[in-house]
């Protein structure tokens, strides 16, 4: 062998043995970077939000206004002049309170006169049966008598029903409103007195589109606000359902006795009330920025084992920041709030849990 063979042989050699030795540098970077940390890829942060179970109402919203229960117009039962008031504008009275006084003085004086007739009345009917008795008058005489004896006591009995009318009373108890009539003025039967109006309970009357009508039945809940008390809510419960729709607007009138003993509501206020038609008690609730609108459906990011799947859902009520899942969520699942839009079917995620909360400002109620 010449020396010029071994020392091609040995430079072959050497070569060689550089190529095996870089490669296996390579390798040994490689198999560093992707075993560092337990030999996975590190998922993509994104936070998370526990589905929770919780009640939800379904409620209608609408406006509508405060009723008195009962609300009439005073007027007087005979005709004369008002000689006395018996109570003030706005003074709360009792039922069978005296309210105003007609002048008596014609009809005490028609009252003495038939008083009078009846007592001849019954003593000729006395005397008629004393002569009947003695064979001293016919029958018919005695049936004459009795007859002119009611006659004279229906009489009376009527002009005592007048006298006693002249003093209005309270038919129920309320308020007084806007007296209409003064000392001295001439009235009649068909002269307005005043209003009368009840107070505790009232009634808040609202509509309700008709569509609703199904949902509609007494007893349901009621809670509203008015416009001129602020921060205060009212509760009632719905006692009337119209069951007629009214046109044009196509609505159904529904009305509710709500308890007022602090004299807080008056008729003509404005209401926005929401009608309760059904309660969940165990309802599924997310946080809304989990869902995701796509191709006319809902969907959300559920985190399961560190990767997350997209799931369809079916949503109910919603609330300010949160929404009822009725399919596609159970409780205790977590749902992606924070970092959906990097996310893949499939896909490893660093998921950290983050509590979500109703605005302290927001009305709870669904809308």
Known sequence: MSVTNMTRGAWCAMVAGAVVAIGGCKKGKASGAAGFGGGAPMGMPVEVAVARSDTVRDEIAATGQIEAVQSIDLRPEVDGRIVEFLVREGQEVEQGTSLFKVDDAQLKAQVAQLEAQRDLALQALARAKELAQQNASSAADLEKAEAEARSAQA?????????????VRAPFAGVVGQRYVSVGDYVTTSTKLASLHTVNPQRAAFQVPERFARDLKPGQQVSFRVAAIA????????????????????????????????RLLQPGMFIEAHLVTGVRPKAIVIPEEA???????????????????????????????????????????????????????????MARVVERKPPATADPRPR
Request: proline share 8%.
């Open 155 to 167: 009489q009376y009995d009527l002009q005592r029903i007048r006298l006693d009318r002249t003093t």
């Open 231 to 262: 921060g205060r809510d009212f509760t009632g419960e719905v006692d009337f359902v119209d069951p007629v729709v009214q046109l044009p607007g196509r609505t159904i009138l529904v009305k509710a006795r709500v308890p007022n003993p602090a």
């Open 291 to 349: 869902v995701v609108p796509a191709e006319g459906a809902n969907a959300v990011w559920v985190v399961v084992d560190g990767k997350v799947n997209r799931r369809q859902v079916d949503l109910g009520v919603r609330t300010p920041g949160f929404v009822e899942v009725t399919k596609g969520v159970n409780a205790g699942e977590q749902v992606v709030v924070g970092g959906l839009e990097l996310l893949a079917p499939g896909a490893p995620v």
